[in-house]
């Protein structure tokens, strides 16, 4: 890659890990006390300055598709698809961070790429995930599902399986969490505690009575569903005293582990 182009990629991440943290810092601030005045008017010196990165960083298109993520971020919709006017302004702050995060992602990974742009247009991040509610995941998920197929092609299977699970695990729990406990109480028993102290299994077994999703999380394979045992605290598979993982993953675990998470995926966002 030529120097001054991989200058300006630094520049650019350099920039949006600034914008980040400075929004990390309000949406705290935000959701301690949404009147605070000085914290309001940091919020609207921050979103200009997003504003100005955004447009940079599209072209100048508005129908770029991370200029459309930003306007998005600005909308929330209830259940029934119409636009809620009045929004939390830390939660107008969470959206904004997830789509600069996914501009750090798109730039990051055109590092190393013959014939890339300083703009993030030839290459938009996949939009697999846009249907889960916390913004901040996509990108997460993102790269975690990069991970996951990549580990499956290399035969890493323990690998692929964790990643598939911990993306299964976190679009199920997104979903209850924006379900809310109230109407998922009204379909079935729920464990004690927060949804996110409840355990893998559980929270699949909720989120199918929920209607959430449907019957194909069946098919996991039974060290899919103690993936967490198998994990680290670093999410690596924990391993013996010979280096080797503790316990084997076939490459049909993984494989079918996949497949189970495409179709929650497809249950989560049925216009796939």
């Known amino acids: 890659m030529d120097e001054s182009l991989r200058a300006q990629i630094d520049s650019n991440l350099s920039h949006l890990d600034a914008l980040i943290r400075r929004g990390r810092k309000l949406r705290e601030a935000l959701a301690s006390d949404p ?51 009045a929004v939390a302004p830390a939660e107008i702050v969470e959206r904004l961070v997830g789509v600069l995060e996914q ?19 030839a290459t938009p991040v996949p939009h697999r995930f846009d249907f889960v509610h916390n ?15 990549d580990a499956l092609e290399t035969g890493e299977y323990s690998v692929a399986l964790i990643h598939a699970c911990g993306i299964l695990e976190a679009i ?14 009204a379909s079935a028993e729920l464990p004690s505690g927060k949804i996110a102290d409840w355990s893998f299994d559980d929270r699949l077994i909720i989120a199918e009575k929920a209607g959430l999703i449907r019957g194909g999380c069946a098919r996991l394979p039974e060290v899919a569903r103690k993936y967490r045992a ?8 924990q391993l013996d005293a010979n280096g080797d993982p503790q316990l084997t993953v076939t490459e049909r675990d993984a494989r079918r582990t996949t497949q ?12 796939r």
């Open 230 to 237: 198998i994990t680290d605290a670093d999410g690596n598979p």
């Open 35 to 85: 009147s605070d005045k000085s914290a309001l008017v940091a919020n609207r010196a921050w979103q200009q300055d997003c504003g100005v990165a955004i447009h940079q960083l599209s072209g100048g298109s508005k129908a770029h598709w991370l200029a459309r993520l930003f306007s998005e971020a600005f909308l929330m919709r209830a259940a029934s698809g119409q636009v809620i006017e």
């Open 135 to 149: 913004t901040a995941l996509r990108p997460v998920l993102e790269q975690a599902y990069a991970d996951s197929r």
């Open 172 to 185: 199920v729990t997104d979903a209850l969490e924006h379900a809310g406990l109230q109407a998922l109480a």
């Open 260 to 271: 189970v998470l495409h179709v929650v995926m497809r249950d989560l966002d049925p216009g």
């Open 103 to 121: 501009a750090v992602l798109s730039l990051s990974r055109m590092e190393g790429t013959p014939g890339s742009s300083a703009a993030v247009q």
